[in-house]
């Protein structure tokens, strides 16, 4: 079963979703688009092969500004159930968006987020659901961070972005140039490795991700091919038709971590900003 995020209407759902996918031995995966992309899959390569150091310090922030305005009340169906809590659950952008946010710092770093502080707000008089999310972030090694996903940025398209800093040097990803990956050194020296498929510099399964030489651009819907194609390549494995190149990046235990960040975002925004632990 292939799904889009997040996975369900709230964790007890996903819970049950987890125990039907054990119990049926069956494959399953979200489409994480971001996760689809060449330089996001290297900056995760990156990070472990400890060309960071110890990470210690990750901002993520994504800004749209599509819902400034009362979309839902003008006859946009996307905007109607994106803000209709018996539709979309507990958060709105925390749930469409900042999911995404979450989900792209926990693959990049390897690192899961032990805690949340956050503040779910809403803008637009008469909006039912948050149409931003801010977060203070614990990491279960002692990593520090920031979040930040907002629909209404007036002017924003989907320009997510995300910066992780170590103890040797940095790391720098935006949707805004998605083929390009800024990596920061402690020398002062910075580099900027671009995607490609002729490119020496990236890792193997890196270049097996691009599908174009270096210099042309690849994007949103090549990013749902790499999805479709691992997803595939796990089915061929699974089935014993072969080996599989790829894997899905967001298997059913990320659908279970987004779905507890989502719940763990709303409870601590509720509490006056208390401190939360993520728990699936």
């Not at 629909?151 to 972005?161: P, Y």
């Not at 140039?177 to 402690?186: E, F, P, Q, T, Y």
């Not at 690849?218 to 014993?240: P, Q, V």
């Not at 599989?244 to 059913?252: D, E």
């Amino acid at each position: 079963m292939l799904s889009d995020k997040p996975a369900t209407l709230d964790l007890a759902e996903a819970r049950e979703l987890a125990d039907v996918v054990a119990k049926t031995k069956r494959c399953y995966a979200l489409t994480h688009t971001y996760l689809g992309y060449p330089m996001v899959a290297e900056a995760r390569r990156r990070v472990a092969a400890g060309d960071l150091g110890t990470v210690r310090q990750v901002a993520v922030q994504y800004p749209q500004g599509w819902l400034s305005d009362a979309a839902e009340l003008t006859g946009s169906k996307q905007a109607q159930w994106r803000t209709d809590p018996s539709r979309s659950g507990a958060g709105g952008s925390v749930g469409d968006i900042g999911v995404h946010a979450f989900n792209l710092v926990e693959y990049v770093t390897g690192i899961k987020i032990a805690r949340v502080c956050s503040q779910l707000s809403i803008a637009v008089p008469g909006r039912k659901l948050d149409d931003s999310a801010d977060a203070f972030l614990q990491f279960d090694n002692g990593a520090r961070g920031t979040l930040s996903a907002t629909q209404i940025a007036t002017g924003e398209e989907n320009d997510v972005t995300i910066r992780v800093y170590g103890d040797k040097g940095g790391l720098t990803w935006s949707h805004r140039d998605a083929n390009s990956l800024r990596l920061l050194g402690k020398d002062g020296v910075e580099r900027t490795l671009r995607a490609g498929s002729n490119s020496e510099t990236l890792h193997a399964t890196t270049r097996a991700m691009c599908r174009t030489p270096a210099g042309h651009p690849e994007g949103f819907i090549e990013a749902f091919a790499n999805l479709y194609l691992a997803f595939a390549s796990d089915i061929r494995k699974h089935t014993g038709a072969g080996e599989a190149p790829l894997a899905s990046p967001a298997p059913i235990s990320a659908a279970l971590r987004g779905m507890a960040f989502i719940e763990a975002m709303v409870q601590s925004s509720q509490a006056g900003q208390s401190w939360i632990d993520v728990r699936e």
